[in-house]
Nanobody
Framework: QLQASGGGLVQQGGSLRLSCAAS????????IGWFRQAPGKEREWVSC????????SYSSSVKGRFTISRDNAKNTVYLQINSLKPEDTAVYYC???????????????????WGQGTQVTVSS
């Protein structure tokens, strides 16, 4: 099971570090993605880290501001989010691809298991 945490209320330009922890499997074995969903909008892909090479990818709206990484000792994937903007306000979810799927994908249905989400609110 995945559990996302670290969200909160932050002023524009601020930073947060979101965590995605797993309790029953080793995260390093899986390709992990971060998505977000703002009220009234579809779930949007944000970033991904692959299981095979730890290669990373980002959506154009967050590239240069967000950084995805792993801490295998803590069995956690992080999303460092900097220079926050009001349009970053959303519930952020982490998700894993099926075992053996080593390539990052952007589609929601490419991910098999989801955490419960953590709210990020950016005030202007």
């Amino acid at each position: 099971q995945l559990q996302a945490s670290g969200g909160g209320l932050v002023q524009q330009g601020g930073s947060l570090r979101l965590s995605c922890a797993a309790s029953e499997f080793t995260l390093d074995d899986y390709t992990i993605g971060w998505f977000r969903q703002a009220p009234g909008k579809e779930r949007e892909w944000v970033s991904c880290i692959s299981s095979s090479s730890d290669s990373t990818s980002y959506s154009s709206s967050v590239k240069g501001r967000f950084t995805i990484s792993r801490d295998n000792a803590k069995n956690t994937v992080y999303l460092q989010i900097n220079s926050l903007k009001p349009e970053d306000t959303a519930v952020y979810y982490c998700a894993r691809r099926p075992y053996g799927m080593t390539v990052c994908r952007r589609e929601v249905n490419a991910f098999a298991s989801w955490g419960q989400g953590t709210q990020v609110t950016v005030s202007s």
